[in-house]
């Protein structure tokens, strides 16, 4: 499609597409809805950013709302800086300035889990930096989806299960909205081509040595035989309405035994011990993102390995999100490990 045409596309609102037309009014009630002046846009260079960067810049078209865009090069693979300039150049055609930003942090173990907590503290930084309540990520449908089986893989509780939530608070500043959690990714694919007609394709996504692609590579024979995405992401949500009952009963456990001194965090272990074990994972979890200000919950299985270990009789400290856990008089204490 034409640079023309895809122009107008962007500022009717996708009219000549009856099915983007109706996702796009769905996006344009949700933003809306959160009613904010400005937005910090998180582009990748993949088909589902792209598409978020092609909604946003349509809704300023509707109406005056600032939206910055940050793509974050890890700079893991040799082509990276290419591919982020390519992206640059590919929403420069429609006025849309990309800002890049190198993480510098080394990332050498647990890739996937490490550049994403890398990527969200360059992404809340320049939200505070820059005065932006809200931050917009391109999550979709199918990453739902797999994100419920990848927890489902590991033995997740109902947290775990209940999978990514629509609205959240990332940090005490930031909050981060995920508009097109219910969109199938074929829509997004569609907006790419129109508009942009190109999009980066991250090798990672094929790379078997991660657990997503194994996810990702049985939606096909599951909806083969029937099970259909859409009726998953609906027991998704039921399980989420579940949760968020679940998380008023912990905020007030949290309230009463999770306490910020300076450097450490501190809970009264006596307390603590009474606690179920679910209760203590949630509370442990929380603990490390409160300290570390890390977004995603570590791994339930490394918590109940912790959680073991802080029952030994012999237990002086142990190490786990990058904090280090210690006892100190009555209190079981917590510190960023320095390395």
Same mark, same amino acid.
Request: with cysteine; hydrophobic share 35%; net charge positive.
């Given at each position: ?52 960067? *092609?909604? $946003?810049? &349509? ?17 893991? =693979? ?22 890049? @930003? !190198? ?5 050498? =173990?647990?890739?996937? *889990?490490?550049?994403?907590? *890398?990527?969200?503290? !360059? ?7 820059? =005065? +932006? ?13 797999? $994100? ?21 608070? +990332? ?11 219910? #969109? ?6 569609? #907006?790419?081509?129109? #508009? ?7 090798? &990672? ?7 997503? $692609?194994?996810? =990702? ?18 027991? !998704?949500?039921?399980? *989420?309405? &579940?949760?968020? $009952? ?20 501190? #809970?009264? @272990? ?17 603990? +490390? ?17 912790? !959680? ?27 510190? +960023?490990?320095?390395?």
């Amino acid at each position: 499609m034409s640079k023309k045409n895809s122009s107008v596309n962007l500022k009717n609102g996708f009219k000549d597409f009856k099915d983007l037309s109706d996702l796009f009014k769905d996006f344009k009630k949700k933003l809306d809805t959160l009613n904010k002046r400005n937005y910090l846009v998180a582009v990748s260079g993949g088909p589902d950013s792209l598409a978020l960067a *092609a909604l $946003t810049k &349509s809704y300023s078209f509707k109406k005056k709302t600032k939206f910055h865009y940050v793509l974050v090069d890890h700079n893991i =693979r040799k082509d990276s800086n290419r591919e982020a300039k390519k992206v640059k150049k590919l929403l420069k055609k429609h006025l849309i300035n990309l800002k890049i @930003f !190198i993480n510098k942090r080394k990332i050498i =173990r647990n890739i996937q *889990a490490e550049a994403r907590n *890398a990527r969200y503290e !360059i992404l809340i930084n320049y939200c505070k930096k820059n =005065r +932006i309540k809200t931050l917009l990520t391109a999550h979709n449908l199918e990453d739902q989806v797999e $994100t419920f089986f990848i927890r489902l893989s590991r033995g997740s509780g109902l947290k775990g299960l209940s999978s990514m939530k629509a609205l959240s608070k +990332i940090d005490n500043q930031v909050n981060l909205s995920r508009p097109l959690l219910d #969109i199938k990714k074929k829509f997004l694919i569609k #907006i790419s081509k129109i #508009i942009f007609g190109n999009y980066i394709m991250d090798p &990672s996504n094929k790379n078997s040595k991660f657990l997503r $692609t194994k996810v =990702r590579k049985l939606k096909r024979p599951l909806e083969q035989s029937g099970i259909k995405y859409e009726q998953i992401f609906k027991s !998704i949500q039921n399980l *989420a309405l &579940s949760k968020s $009952t679940l998380d008023s009963y912990f905020d007030k456990i949290f309230k009463g035994l999770i306490i910020r001194k300076r450097n450490k965090i501190e #809970i009264n @272990f006596k307390k603590y011990s009474e606690l179920n074990n679910d209760t203590k994972i949630a509370l442990i979890n929380e603990a +490390i993102k409160r300290l570390k200000k890390n977004y995603y919950d570590l791994r339930s299985k490394k918590v109940a390995n912790l !959680i073991i270990n802080l029952n030994k009789s012999g237990f002086r400290k142990s190490c786990l999100g990058g904090c280090i856990f210690f006892k100190k008089g009555e209190n079981l204490c917590l510190k +960023i490990e320095n390395h």
